[in-house]
């Protein structure tokens, strides 16, 4: 597998923390795969998928406290979102805010700078899920009440 693009992002590994949600980052796709881009500019959001290769890289145990706090329910790695993972590959659902040739630019890219990116995908209306079933806990650190 071969990444087919790079972030660049103020959100680093030793930098400041930002709200994911508030994060603008590009998406530098390779010159050779830029044709490959071609009417990406007409969907309002992305799928990306990305190798988490600065983060914590495998983990020493396969059950976590969501977020490292001891005050949620200890749970599999596979039912957290963290980067402590058998694979470290992250998946966003970003906003497309513009192309400029092969650069993406986009918001909520939860990747640091430099990460390699394996995929872009559009993300549609099939994607949009009704009705999810959330733990206990997911709901206590989103802060709300309801999915």
């Known amino acids: ?3 087919v693009a790079t972030v660049r992002s103020p959100f680093t590994k030793s930098g400041s923390r930002i709200p994911r949600r508030e ?4 998406i530098v796709v390779r010159e050779d795969l830029a044709a490959a881009l071609t009417g990406i500019e007409e969907w309002s959001h992305l799928f990306v998928l990305f190798w988490m290769d600065q ?3 495998k983990p020493d ?3 976590t406290h969501p977020r490292h706090r001891a005050d949620l329910p200890e749970v ?6 963290g980067s402590e993972r058998p694979n470290p590959i ?5 906003e497309l805010l513009k192309r400029d040739k092969n650069v993406l630019t986009v ?6 700078d430099g990460t390699p990116v394996l995929d872009i995908k559009p993300y549609d209306h099939y994607d ?18 309801t999915p």
Do not use: H
């Open 23 to 26: 994060i603008v980052a590009e």
């Open 128 to 145: 949009a899920i009704a009705g999810l079933r959330l733990p206990e806990w997911w709901m206590i650190i989103s802060g709300r009440q």
């Open 55 to 57: 983060g914590a890289g």
């Open 76 to 81: 599999g790695v596979f039912s957290a979102r």
């Open 1 to 3: 597998m071969q990444s």
């Open 61 to 63: 145990r396969l059950t």
């Open 107 to 112: 918001k909520a890219l939860d990747a640091y």
């Open 90 to 94: 992250g998946l966003a659902v970003v």
